[in-house]
């Protein structure tokens, strides 16, 4: 036997380490750390620098509830064997469904389109390249690898970009936080009943239970399942106990990963931008506004996070879209399918994205953007919240994997939030 020094040694457990990482990291997790894509961390920044800690309590509560739309959205596709919007046909008109997949598009456009002015601005900021190149550059990229490339490869690379969000959690450590005043903040709730606070709340809510994420988490359950080999409905319907329970530790995971991600957006720029009064409108403010404050690191390390988020986030939104059309039309879909055999699925998929560039390069304005599709998302959440209720419910789709008493508790929680918001906001409008 070969000895081996410690060096060989430490490498190995490395790649070992690593190897079972990317295999624990499912589709709960990338879905998870696309919620916190560049409009997102816009909404969670203007946040911190406007109200303080005074939103941290918002990723507790939503931590949960974000797990319990999740993981219900993973098991009904586990079970049916289908997307999202293929399942509550069953329970919903066709009319209404068709209704809110368009306005869930039409909101997931408006997404790309921040998310890509989020990107190049913070890139040009770093590199002093003009955004509009970066826009073309990384729109162009992002359609070329979702379109050309296969489903297996597409996730190793997302999986991977989950970790540039840590680089909001590095931030807090490097800024003055008052932790105690932060903890206090977190565990008691706050409510003001203003416009201004009314407006960031919605707009906090809207982009952290966000529609195309549920769509998305169902698709690439899908996708999972036809990755192994389960090509047909017929051999993906049905979940066994080890399945479901892999996919709930897959779906937990992901939306703490998400929510802890947020709580740090939000202490960062509380301890920073609020604390010295400074006022932001866009992510790229927000990241200039950190380099007197707390030094070039934090600066760099946001410019760097909200880049690696919209390399996650902008191919879960389009792709979302196209799931929710494929599905809702009939049409072809997948990421492992051929360009030429589902034409339209991949149309919607560059057009959403080429929209988001073109927007960028007229100069339209992403806050506007990224505000309408988060009122959007508030208002269209609710019906859709309710059709995954009932779907998760139903006996026929689901059989012995129902709704459990929490998962039902919960969800009803979430409705009466999100329908409490979205009236609050308009009331206070």
């Not at 993906?236 to 892999?246: D, K, P």
Request: aromatic content about 10%.
């Amino acid at each position: 036997m070969i000895p081996r020094n410690a060096t060989a040694v430490f490498v190995g457990r490395c790649r070992s380490g690593a190897a079972w990482c990317s295999k624990k990291v499912g589709p709960g997790v990338v879905t998870g750390a696309a919620d916190d894509d560049p409009s997102g961390i816009a909404t969670y920044a203007i946040a911190g620098a406007s109200l303080g800690y005074g939103l941290l309590w918002v990723a507790l509560i939503t931590a949960p509830m974000m797990i319990v739309v999740q993981e219900m959205c993973a098991r009904i596709a586990m079970v049916g064997g289908t997307g999202l919007t293929n399942a509550m046909r069953r329970v919903m008109p066709l009319w209404l469904l068709r209704t809110l997949v368009f306005l869930v598009v039409g909101a997931n456009t408006l997404n790309i389109a921040a998310d890509i002015a989020g990107m190049s601005s913070a890139a040009e900021l770093v590199t002093h390249v003009p955004s509009s190149a970066w826009a073309v550059g990384l729109g162009g990229l992002l359609i070329v690898v979702e379109i050309y490339s296969s489903y297996r490869l597409f996730a190793s690379i997302v999986k991977w970009l989950c970790l540039s969000l840590f680089a909001y959690v590095a931030g807090a450590f490097v800024v003055g936080v008052d932790w105690l005043s932060a903890l206090r903040h977190t565990l008691l709730p706050e409510v003001q009943l203003n416009r201004a606070w009314m407006a960031t709340f919605v707009g906090f809510l809207g982009t952290t239970i966000t529609p195309y994420l549920f769509f998305w988490q169902a698709a690439l359950e899908v996708e999972e399942e036809r990755a192994i080999g389960r090509s047909t409905v017929t051999q993906r319907r049905g979940a066994t106990e080890a399945e479901i329970r892999a996919s709930r530790a897959d779906v937990t995971s992901g939306m703490l990963f998400s929510n802890a991600v947020t709580w740090f957006i939000v202490l960062t720029t509380a301890a920073t931008l609020h604390a010295h009064h400074v006022t932001i409108v866009t992510v790229r403010d927000a990241a200039a506004a950190l380099q007197p404050l707390a030094g070039r690191g934090a600066e760099l390390l946001f410019a760097l996070g909200v880049v690696g988020a919209g390399l996650l986030a902008v191919p879960v939104l389009a792709g979302s879209s196209a799931y929710a059309l494929a599905e809702s039309f009939r049409w072809k879909s997948g990421l492992d399918a051929k360009p030429s055999s589902a034409r339209a699925f991949y149309s919607v998929i560059a057009l959403g994205i080429a929209f988001g560039v073109a927007a960028d390069l007229l100069r339209v304005d992403a806050i506007g953007m990224l505000f309408w599709s988060a009122v959007v998302n508030g208002f269209v959440a609710v019906p859709l919240l309710i059709g995954i209720a009932l779907t998760g419910n139903h006996r026929g789709i689901m059989g012995r994997w129902r709704n459990g008493r929490s998962s039902n508790v919960w969800i009803v929680v979430t409705i009466v939030l999100m329908a409490a918001a979205a009236v609050g906001f308009v009331v206070t409008s």
